[in-house]
C-alpha cells in the first residue's frame, strides 16, 4: 500500500506589521529563584533552567566537568520557585484582551498572579496560554511559579503501578521518565548524563489587542503545478467582539494576487493563487525556494494584527510498499526519488536554553556543506526550536520527526490525554514547515517488543504484557493517527522505527532498518558491506571527543580511558571502551598514548562509517537511504557523534562530507573482482573521466587506467571491473593503494582511496612531510603540506573549536601538494600536523 504526503510546505516567521491594535512584550526580565523551602531569593535567567541558575551562583559545580554529574543528583528532588513583576498601563486595561504566555515550561508547575492561581502545566512539550485580563491591575502585577520535583511528582504513579516499565535509559534504575512528558533524555542515556531539570525553558510573554487575536495559520497546499500552486490559508481565531472582520492574504512581494475576505466568527479561510511557481528542493537538488505571505486581520481601515511566513512549495511522498524487492522505504520529492543521507539528531545540551541562535546556524551551515539533504530528530528528544525548523527550510534540509517517545512502552492510559494535547500543539506549529517530511510514532519499541526479551527480562506476567502490548497498539496505531488525520492528514506517517529488525536477511529487505550488528553487536565494519537495508535510518560507532575537548573536562592526570572522570563520562556502560579498544586494537597498531589513542579512535570511526555508507549508496535503488547515528553531543564525553558538543568536527565529518558528495567514485574487491562503481545523485546526466592508478607508497604506478564515462543522473553503475590477481599479487596488498577519481573536464568530481589491507598490515613509510606558509604573515589562513611518500590520515590540530579547516585527516598520496584553508587566521605556533605513522608506538 502507497502510503504518502502531498502537502503545503511553510516556514514560520513570526512578526508585527505596521500600525496595528496588536502588541507583545517579552517577560525575561528580573527574575529571581528560590528553594520552596528557602526564604532566600536569587537573580535567575530566563528562559533557563534551575541548574544553569544554581551555577550562575556557584551553589552547584558544572556538572560536565570531571564527575560532577553525580554531585548534582540532588537538585530534582527539591521544588522551585521562580518570580518576576510587570507594570501593567492604563491603556493595556483598556484593550479587549490581555494573554500570558509560556512557550515552554519544563514540566510540573503552578502559575499564581498576584498571589492567585491561574493555571497549571504538566508538559514540557505544550506552550501555556491564558487569558489573564481580569487578573491583572494597573501598575506593578507579581507573577510567581513553582515547579515540582518530576521525581517526587512521578514515584506517586510508579509506587501505583503494578509493573515496572522497561526504560532502560533511565540512569536511576527507577524508570519514572515514562510518566513524564519531559525529554527522555534528561534521564541519561548511552551518550548523555542524567540531569533532570526544571525551569521556564523557552521563552514567555504579555500580547494584548483589539477585539479579536490570531490563534492559528495553516497554509495547506491544495495543488501544485508548473503552471500554478493553490493555497488555501486556514485562519483560527479568538474573538472578543462578535461581529464581521475583513482577512487579507497578500505577497509582500507581489508574487501572488492579494485575497480579500470578510467573515464572522472563530474561523475563516481563504485560498491563493500562485503563477508560475518555484519549487522548493532539498539541498544539493535545486534552490529551496520560499515565498512570503503575509495574513492580516482588519476591522474596517483598522489593522487589528498581521503575521508573516514563507512558503515553500513542494510535494512529497513517502512509499513503503511490497516490491520485487521486498518492502520498499524511499522519499519522493516533487515527484522524483532521492536518496536521504544525513544522520539522527539529538538535543544540543542538557540545559536547552543555553543552545543559542548561532550554534543552530552553525550546524545547519556544517550539514549543509556536508552535503546532507535530510536529518532525523529522534524520539528521545525534544520537538525542536522554531529556529531549527526555519533553519532547515532555509537551508534545504528534510526532517524525519520523530514523536517523543523512546525504547520503552508507557502507561497509555495515564499519559493519553497528555499526548493528544502535546500532539495538537506540536503538529500545527510544525506542520506549515517545507522541510517537514513525515512523523514517526516512535523510536525502537515496536522492534523492542519483538524481540528484545522484554516479558522475560522484566518478569511480566501472561496478562500484564498482553495489556502492555495493547497500550502500544492503542497509542500509535490508534490514537495518535487519529490526531494526525486531525491536524496533519496529509502527511506520512509510520508507527515506529526501525520497521524491521537487524537479526536475519530477510529483515534487510523490509522497510527502514536500525543495524547494530557493528558495535553492539560485535561485527566488524565489512559487515557493513553486506548487512544493507532498504533504508537505513541508524548504524553507528562510538569515538572519543579529541584532546582539546576532553581538556575541557579532565586534568591532566586523569587523561586515561579508565580514569574514574573518563569513565564517568562513558555511558555505554555495556561494552564503551571495551568495544572501542578492541575494534581498534583489530584494525590497527596499538597507539603509543592517550592522545595518539583519542586520534586514532576518530580515524578508526571514520574509516568504518565511510565503509557503510559507501555500501548504501552503491545499493541504490535497492538501498535509499543512510542516516547514521549520530550528528552531535548535549555535552563532552564519548558517544557516535561526528560533531562534539562544542562544534569540532571529528574525523567521521570529513569523512561524510566527501562520502556523501553528489557524485562518489566507490571501489570494492568482491569474488576476487575489484569493482568501480560511480554513484550520482544529481538529476541529468553528465559526461565524465574516471582515472584509476594503483601504485606503491613512494609514488610509482603499477597499474592504470582512464576512461570515458556517462555519470548517469540518480544512479549507482559498476563503471570498471577487473579480476584482482591480474593488476596485484596477494603478498603486495599491503604495500599499495588506489587511486580513482572521477572529472567532468576541469571539474573534480569525486575522489577516492582504496586500501586493499587493514590499516594495521600497511607498510607506512616515514612520509617526510614538509609544511610551507605564507612568508607575510605571522598567522595562517591557509597551509600548504607536501608528502614525499604516502601520509595517511594528516591531521592538522588546532585548540579552537571555532576553527575549522577545509579538510582534515585526510591521505596526501605520494609527491601530492594539499592547500589546506582555516575559517580564520590561527597562529603558526598552535598548529600540529601529524599523520598516521607518528601514533604508534615502535
Same mark, same amino acid.
Given at each position: ?6 502537502i ?26 528560590a ?15 534551575i ?13 560536565y ?16 520557585q ?9 491603556d ?5 484582551w490581555i494573554?500570558?504566555?509560556f512557550?515552554g515550561?519544563?514540566?510540573y508547575?503552578d ?41 517526587k511528582h ?12 522497561p526504560?532502560?535509559n533511565? %540512569? ?13 533524555y534528561?534521564?541519561g ?6 540531569l533532570?531539570?526544571a525551569?521556564?525553558?523557552?521563552s514567555?510573554?504579555i500580547?494584548?489587542?483589539?477585539k ?46 492579494a485575497?480579500?475576505?470578510t ?16 519549487? !522548493? ?18 476591522d474596517?481601515?483598522?489593522l ?6 514563507n512558503?515553500?512549495l ?26 536521504m ?20 546556524e552553525k ?7 556536508s552535503?546532507?539533504n ?22 534545504g534540509?528534510?526532517?524525519?520527526q520523530?514523536?517523543l517517545? %523512546?525504547?520503552?512502552?508507557y502507561p ?23 522541510a ?10 515496536g ?43 496529509d502527511?506520512?506517517y ?22 547494530w550488528?557493528?558495535w553492539?553487536g ?5 559487515a ?37 572522570v573518563?569513565?564517568?563520562h ?7 571502551n ?15 598514548d592517550?592522545?595518539s ?18 555500501a548504501?549508496r ?10 547514521? !547515528? ?10 557516535w557523534?561526528?560533531i ?5 568536527w ?7 562530507q566527501?562520502?556523501y558528495?553528489?557524485?562518489?567514485v ?20 553528465q ?8 601504485m ?20 549507482s ?13 596477494p603478498?603486495?596488498t599491503?604495500?599499495v ?19 586493499? %589491507? ?6 607506512l ?9 605564507p612568508?607575510?604573515?605571522?598567522? %595562517? ?12 590520515n ?18 596526501l598520496?605520494p609527491?601530492?601538494?594539499r592547500?589546506?584553508?582555516f ?8 598548529i ?9 608506538k615502535?
Amino acid at each position: 500500500m502507497r502510503r504518502y504526503a502531498n502537502i503545503a510546505c511553510l516556514c514560520l516567521f513570526t512578526a508585527t506589521a505596521g500600525a496595528q491594535s496588536f502588541h507583545t512584550f517579552s517577560l525575561h526580565k528580573d527574575w529571581q529563584f528560590a528553594s520552596t523551602d528557602d526564604t532566600i531569593w536569587r537573580t535567575a535567567t530566563v528562559p533557563g533552567t534551575i541548574h544553569t541558575d544554581l551555577m550562575a551562583h556557584h551553589l552547584i559545580p558544572d556538572p560536565y566537568v570531571g564527575m560532577n554529574e553525580k554531585s548534582v543528583q540532588w537538585v530534582d528532588k527539591k521544588d522551585w520557585q521562580y518570580s518576576t513583576h510587570f507594570s501593567v498601563t492604563k491603556d493595556m486595561l483598556q484593550c479587549d484582551w490581555i494573554a500570558l504566555t509560556f512557550e515552554g515550561l519544563d514540566t510540573y508547575a503552578d502559575i499564581y498572579l498576584n498571589g492567585d492561581s491561574i493555571a497549571s502545566s504538566a508538559n514540557m512539550f505544550v506552550p501555556l496560554k491564558t487569558q489573564i485580563k481580569q487578573k491583572v491591575k494597573e501598575g506593578n502585577n507579581t507573577l510567581r511559579l513553582v515547579f515540582h520535583s518530576p521525581i517526587k511528582h512521578d514515584m506517586h504513579y510508579f509506587l501505583q503501578d503494578d509493573v515496572v516499565y522497561p526504560a532502560g535509559n533511565d %540512569a536511576s534504575d527507577i524508570p519514572l521518565s515514562v510518566y513524564a512528558r519531559k525529554a527522555p533524555y534528561h534521564y541519561g542515556w548511552d551518550w548523555g548524563p542524567r540531569l533532570v531539570t526544571a525551569g521556564i525553558w523557552r521563552s514567555v510573554h504579555i500580547e494584548y489587542g483589539k477585539k479579536v487575536s490570531i490563534e492559528d495559520v495553516y497554509l495547506h497546499q491544495q495543488q501544485l503545478s508548473d503552471q500554478s500552486a493553490t493555497v488555501q490559508a486556514i485562519v483560527k481565531l479568538n474573538t472578543f467582539v462578535q461581529k464581521k472582520y475583513t482577512l487579507r492574504v497578500e505577497s509582500p512581494d507581489r508574487l501572488f494576487a492579494a485575497i480579500t475576505k470578510t467573515y464572522e466568527g472563530d474561523s475563516t479561510a481563504a485560498t491563493i493563487t500562485i503563477p508560475h511557481p518555484q519549487r !522548493w528542493w532539498p539541498n544539493g537538488l535545486g534552490n529551496p525556494c520560499l515565498y512570503k505571505v503575509n495574513v492580516s486581520l482588519y476591522d474596517g481601515k483598522e489593522l487589528l494584527q498581521s503575521k508573516e511566513y514563507n512558503i515553500g512549495l513542494r510535494t512529497i511522498e513517502v512509499v513503503n510498499e511490497p516490491d520485487s524487492m521486498g518492502v520498499s522505504f524511499y522519499v519522493k520529492v516533487n515527484g522524483r526519488p532521492v536518496f536521504m543521507k544525513g544522520a539522527d539528531f539529538i538535543p544540543l545540551d542538557n540545559f536547552l536554553p543555553r543552545v543559542t541562535t548561532e550554534r543552530y546556524e552553525k550546524l545547519f551551515a556544517d550539514i549543509r556543506v556536508s552535503h546532507f539533504n535530510m536529518v532525523r530528530v529522534w524520539g528521545g528528544g525534544i520537538y525542536e526550536d522554531d529556529r531549527f525548523y526555519d533553519l532547515a527550510d532555509k537551508n534545504g534540509i528534510l526532517v524525519w520527526q520523530d514523536l517523543l517517545f %523512546a525504547c520503552s512502552t508507557y502507561p497509555t492510559s495515564k499519559i493519553l490525554k497528555n499526548v493528544a494535547a502535546e500532539l495538537a500543539a506540536n503538529v500545527t506549529r510544525l506542520r506549515n514547515h517545507p522541510a517537514l517530511a513525515l512523523w514517526c510514532g516512535n523510536n525502537e519499541i515496536g522492534v523492542a517488543i519483538d524481540h528484545w526479551g522484554w516479558k522475560a527480562g522484566y518478569g511480566y506476567t501472561a496478562q500484564q504484557w498482553a495489556d502492555m502490548k495493547a497500550g502500544y497498539d492503542e497509542l500509535f496505531k490508534v490514537q495518535i493517527p487519529k490526531i494526525l488525520q486531525q491536524y496533519d492528514a496529509d502527511r506520512f506517517y509510520f508507527p515506529s522505527s526501525p520497521i524491521s529488525n537487524w537479526g536475519t536477511k530477510k529483515d534487510f529487505t523490509i522497510g527502514d532498518n536500525h543495524y547494530w550488528g557493528v558495535w553492539h553487536g560485535m561485527e566488524w565494519f565489512e559487515a557493513f558491506e553486506e548487512r544493507v537495508p532498504r533504508f537505513m535510518s541508524e548504524y553507528g560507532f562510538q569515538s572519543f571527543p579529541d584532546i582539546q575537548t576532553v581538556k575541557r573536562f579532565t586534568s591532566e592526570k586523569e587523561r586515561d580511558i579508565y580514569s574514574p572522570v573518563m569513565l564517568s563520562h562513558q555511558k555505554s556502560l555495556s561494552r564503551g571502551n571495551a568495544a572501542i579498544k578492541t575494534y581498534l586494537l583489530h584494525y590497527y597498531k596499538e597507539p603509543k598514548d592517550f592522545e595518539s589513542f583519542l586520534y586514532v579512535n576518530h580515524v578508526l570511526q571514520a574509516e568504518g562509517m565511510k565503509m557503510g555508507i559507501e555500501a548504501h549508496r552503491r545499493a541504490m535503488p535497492f538501498c535509499m537511504g543512510t542516516l547514521y !547515528w549520530q550528528l552531535d553531543d548535549c555535552w563532552p564525553g564519548p558517544s557516535w557523534s561526528s560533531i562534539d558538543y562544542y562544534g569540532r568536527w571529528k574525523a567521521m565529518q570529513y569523512f561524510v562530507q566527501k562520502a556523501y558528495t553528489p557524485v562518489l567514485v566507490s571501489n570494492i574487491v568482491k569474488n576476487g573482482n575489484l569493482k568501480t562503481y560511480i554513484i550520482s545523485d544529481e538529476i541529468k546526466d553528465q559526461p565524465g573521466k574516471l582515472e584509476m592508478q594503483l601504485m606503491d607508497f613512494a609514488g610509482k604506478v603499477l597499474w592504470n587506467k582512464t576512461l570515458d564515462v556517462k555519470v548517469a543522473g540518480n544512479r549507482s553503475m559498476v563503471a570498471h571491473e577487473i579480476a584482482l590477481h591480474t593488476i596485484l599479487q596477494p603478498a603486495d596488498t599491503g604495500k599499495v593503494i588506489l587511486y580513482t577519481k572521477v572529472v567532468n573536464g576541469n571539474k573534480l568530481l569525486s575522489e577516492n582511496v582504496y586500501y586493499f %589491507a587493514t590499516t594495521k598490515d600497511l607498510i607506512l613509510p616515514d612520509p617526510e612531510i614538509e609544511i610551507s606558509y605564507p612568508a607575510f604573515d605571522t598567522t %595562517a589562513t591557509g597551509i600548504v603540506i607536501t608528502a614525499k611518500k604516502l601520509a595517511k590520515n594528516v591531521y592538522l590540530q588546532y585548540d579552537d573549536p571555532e576553527v575549522q579547516c577545509s579538510d582534515n585527516y585526510f591521505d596526501l598520496l605520494p609527491g601530492q601538494t594539499r592547500q589546506i584553508w582555516f575559517n580564520r587566521n590561527v597562529p603558526r605556533e598552535k598548529i600540529k600536523v601529524i599523520s598516521l605513522r607518528d601514533t604508534f608506538k615502535n
